[in-house]
Nanobody, 128 residues
Framework: EVQLQASGGGLVQAGGSLRLSCTYS????????IGWIRQAPGKEREVVSC????????YVADSVKERFTISSDNAKNTVYLQMNSLKYEDTAVYYC?????????????????????WGRGTLVTVSS
């Protein structure tokens, strides 16, 4: 059974940092990509960043480029999202999700619809 669990959210002042963790089980990182997807109040979900076992350059959305960094620790079955220089507009529920890659060697997707398995979100609130 595929399971993902996001943690690490909280309340932080603008300019601060948080690190989110996504612990997963039930699948191999070789066959799946993992993404961090957020949903701000009143907005659609957005893929913030994603990582896979094939592409050395993870995807990072323009809105968070140079502020957010995604990384993985395969030994711990965990993917992290380091968020620095947080802004008020980063306030959202952050989800980690897994995308079963249709073919080996494909890169992770920046499309929300491609993610098949979702964990519960973790709330990040940035105060201005």
């Amino acid at each position: 059974e595929v399971q993902l669990q996001a943690s690490g959210g909280g309340l932080v002042q603008a300019g601060g940092s948080l690190r989110l963790s996504c612990t997963y089980s039930g699948f191999s990182f070789v066959d799946y990509a993992i993404g961090w997807i957020r949903q701000a109040p009143g907005k659609e979900r957005e893929v913030v960043s994603c990582i896979d076992n094939n592409d050395p350059e993870p995807y990072v959305a323009d809105s968070v480029k140079e502020r957010f960094t995604i990384s993985s620790d395969n030994a711990k079955n965990t993917v992290y999202l380091q968020m620095n220089s947080l802004k008020y507009e980063d306030t959202a529920v952050y989800y980690c999700a897994a995308d079963r890659l249709p073919l080996p060697g494909l890169a992770c997707s920046s499309w929300v619809k491609d993610y098949d398995y979702w964990g519960r979100g973790t709330l990040v609130t940035v105060s201005s």
